[in-house]
């Protein structure tokens, strides 16, 4: 079966065909560093992180990109606020998101670009969107003429009447048209700047990601992906800049997560019920928190009550005992190969997560394949005479479906190898500052036998498996 995702731009599934043999690229839009992240980001994170795993699980070759906004007047108001700059603070609160979302079994994205590491890029970008017509200086501004596009408004789905009656529009004189949005922003005294054609100043929040993506992945993305609640405005303005700046279709496939509901309400900081991931780990395991992310489907919403907590715990428990019993049961086994029998319904659990997945990403019901593997486990265990082989074939098998692609099952063995790699990276490290350069290489071609590629980028090392 073809793997399908519901794109939103076409509003239906499609088979997922990526643009080239079977490199895809995925970009994902990162948090705004200047605060600890909440548990809607998370939601984000968490579930585009299962669609990389799942895609590598598919055989593609995935380059996994996730920015940092880490300048835009929040972060400036909350650097005055706390008496700091805004890149220490942008630091800080970058450190926060890796605790958090390391803690929730997130793995880290290829590259994680700041905004702020680009900014000639996007003044690239800026001036060629000038020199076409799609943009107008306005006394040290710069916007974009957003009805110069025809299609504005395609993603979102919504007529340029429909989007100025239902857009929080700023009221400046500026612009030409309200729906114009800021490319580059004047200013103001004290404030963090760069210098630019137009003066002084510091890019808008939506050319940062149409920048970024371009310098990483290209002009086309394979998949584009973010909360709901970036659909407008800021994914239909990257859209419009990015297809303006390129002559290109921007990306093929978007993908949006809905929202969260504290028990019967929206999520949201006006109502004052916004809750952090990192308040949520000093009360639950953080595979609790990952669990309920992924226990819906992605698209739909989903209601946090703390009413709800002990199931998920409960069906961890499940999981838990399952791998144990396991374990214990293989050290007294009697040597052999696994059985037809046990093979064939393992390749049965296996048919039956692959159709859920492939069916645009359906988490939830993957959930309950793993419970089925969890009571034909137990019935296994139960058996009088039971091979070593079929043992290990079970095991396994909850090693690669709940533990490599969901992130919910836990068998030690994922965990100690990434252990592993990220020990020899940093071994490397000190020895490439202690200019032992022989000894990196080795390190190097080591864990390329292993099928470990690192790559030395501005960002860090980044590392993938083949």
């Known amino acids: 079966m073809a793997m399908r995702l519901y794109n939103t731009l076409t509003r239906k599934r499609e088979t997922f065909r990526p643009i080239e043999g079977n490199n895809v690229g995925v970009y994902v839009c990162g948090p705004t560093v200047y605060n600890?992240?909440?548990?809607?980001?998370?939601?984000?994170?968490?579930?585009?992180?299962?669609?990389?795993?799942?895609?590598?699980?598919?055989?593609?070759?995935?380059?996994?990109?996730?920015?940092?906004?880490?300048?835009?007047?929040?972060?400036?108001?909350?650097a005055e606020e706390e008496g700091t700059t805004v890149p220490e603070l942008a630091e800080m609160y970058i450190e926060a998101y890796f605790e958090d979302m390391d803690a929730l079994g997130v793995r880290r994205a290829d590259i994680h670009p700041r905004a702020t590491d680009h900014i000639g890029k996007m003044i690239e970008g800026i001036q060629v969107?000038?020199?076409?017509?799609?943009?107008?200086?306005?006394?040290?501004?710069?916007?974009?003429?957003?009805l110069k596009k025809d299609d504005y408004g395609k993603l979102s789905h919504q007529s340029t009447e429909e989007l100025k009656s239902g857009a929080r529009v700023e009221v400046n004189e500026k612009k030409e048209n309200p729906l114009d949005f800021a490319l580059w922003k004047k200013a103001?005294?004290?404030?963090?700047?760069?210098?630019?054609?137009?003066?002084?100043?510091?890019?808008?929040?939506?050319?940062?990601?149409?920048?970024?993506?371009?310098?990483?992945?290209?002009?086309?993305?394979?998949?584009?992906?973010?909360?709901?609640?970036?659909?407008?405005?800021?994914?239909?303005?990257e859209i419009a800049q990015s297809e303006a700046w390129n002559g290109k279709p921007f990306a093929n496939y978007w993908l949006h997560n809905g929202y969260i509901n504290m028990g019967?309400?929206?999520?949201?900081?006006?109502?004052?019920?916004?809750?952090?991931?990192?308040?949520?780990?000093?009360?639950?395991?953080?595979?609790?928190?990952?669990?309920?992310l992924l226990s819906a489907h992605y698209r739909n919403p989903i209601s946090f009550t703390a009413e709800s907590m002990p199931q998920i715990e409960a069906g961890l428990e499940r999981f838990d005992?399952?791998?144990?019993?396991?374990?214990?049961?293989?050290?007294?086994?009697?040597?052999?190969?696994?059985?037809?029998?046990?093979?064939?319904?393992?390749?049965?659990?296996?048919?039956?997560?692959?159709?859920?997945?492939?069916?645009?990403?359906?988490?939830?019901?993957?959930?309950?394949?793993?419970?089925?593997?969890v009571r034909f486990s137990n019935e296994?265990?139960?058996?009088?005479?039971?091979?070593?082989?079929?043992?290990?074939?079970?095991?396994?098998?909850?090693?690669?479906?709940?533990?490599?692609?969901?992130?919910?099952?836990?068998?030690?063995?994922?965990?100690?190898?990434?252990?592993?790699?990220?020990?020899?990276?940093?071994?490397?490290?000190?020895?490439?500052?202690?200019?032992?350069?022989a000894r990196a290489d080795a390190i190097r071609d080591e864990l390329a036998e292993k099928g470990i590629l690192l790559e030395d980028t501005p960002q860090g090392v980044r590392w993938r498996r083949k």
């Open 36 to 78: 600890y992240i909440h548990i809607g980001n998370a939601r984000v994170f968490v579930f585009f992180d299962v669609l990389r795993r799942y895609l590598e699980y598919r055989n593609f070759d995935v380059t996994y990109v996730q920015n940092f906004t880490d300048v835009d007047d929040r972060l400036i108001r909350r």
């Open 129 to 146: 969107l000038i020199d076409k017509g799609y943009a107008y200086e306005a006394d040290g501004d710069v916007y974009y003429r957003s």
């Open 188 to 237: 103001k005294p004290g404030e963090i700047s760069w210098e630019s054609p137009w003066g002084e100043g510091r890019p808008g929040w939506h050319i940062e990601c149409s920048a970024m993506s371009k310098q990483y992945l290209g002009e086309t993305l394979d998949i584009h992906a973010g909360g709901m609640d970036l659909c407008f405005p800021h994914h239909e303005n």
């Open 264 to 292: 019967s309400e929206k999520m949201s900081k006006s109502l004052g019920n916004v809750v952090t991931v990192r308040d949520l780990r000093e009360e639950y395991d953080p595979r609790v928190i990952r669990y309920f």
């Open 321 to 373: 005992n399952a791998i144990a019993n396991l374990q214990h049961r293989m050290e007294a086994a009697m040597d052999g190969e696994a059985v037809s029998w046990v093979t064939e319904r393992l390749d049965a659990l296996t048919a039956d997560f692959e159709r859920e997945m492939d069916d645009d990403l359906n988490t939830a019901n993957a959930i309950s394949v793993l419970f089925e593997a």
């Open 380 to 437: 296994l265990v139960a058996e009088d005479v039971v091979s070593r082989g079929s043992l290990k074939a079970m095991f396994h098998w909850f090693e690669r479906f709940g533990e490599e692609i969901l992130g919910l099952v836990v068998t030690g063995r994922q965990k100690d190898l990434d252990h592993e790699i990220e020990a020899k990276i940093e071994e490397r490290q000190q020895a490439r500052r202690a200019r032992d350069f």
